[in-house]
C-alpha cells in the first residue's frame, strides 16, 4: 500500500509540473483577496481555525466559508478532526509560484 501511494503521489506531483500555469491562472481567478491566499497556503490541515485566524486576522465564520467555496472548486479537502473539520489545500502557492 505504501508503494502504491509513492506512485499517487509521484503522478500527482507530474499532473501538477504539466499543469502549472492552468492551476496558478484557476487559483488566481478565484482568490484574489492577499489575505485570503495567505488563508489558503497556511490551510495544511494541521492548524485549526482559530490558529488561522491568527495567523491571517480572518475571523473564523469567513475561513470556514472559504473552506467550503475552495472544496466545491477543487483546490481545497476538507478533514474530518474530532467532532469538527479543517481545511487541507491541495496546492502548495510557493511551489507554484504565487506566494514567496
Do not use: A
Request: overall charge positive; glycine content about 8%; proline content about 0%.
Amino acid at each position: 500500500m505504501e508503494e502504491i501511494n509513492k506512485k499517487l503521489d509521484r503522478l500527482f506531483d507530474l499532473i501538477i509540473f504539466v499543469n502549472k500555469e492552468n492551476i496558478k491562472s484557476y487559483i488566481l481567478q478565484e482568490i484574489t483577496d492577499n489575505n485570503e491566499l495567505q488563508l489558503y497556503q497556511e490551510s495544511d490541515g494541521i492548524k485549526t481555525i482559530n490558529q488561522l485566524n491568527v495567523i491571517t486576522g480572518i475571523s473564523t465564520g469567513k475561513i470556514s466559508l472559504c473552506w467550503d467555496k475552495w472544496e466545491k472548486l477543487g483546490i481545497m479537502e476538507k478533514i474530518s478532526v474530532g467532532t469538527g473539520g479543517r481545511g487541507k489545500r491541495l496546492f502548495d502557492l510557493k511551489k507554484l509560484g504565487i506566494l514567496n
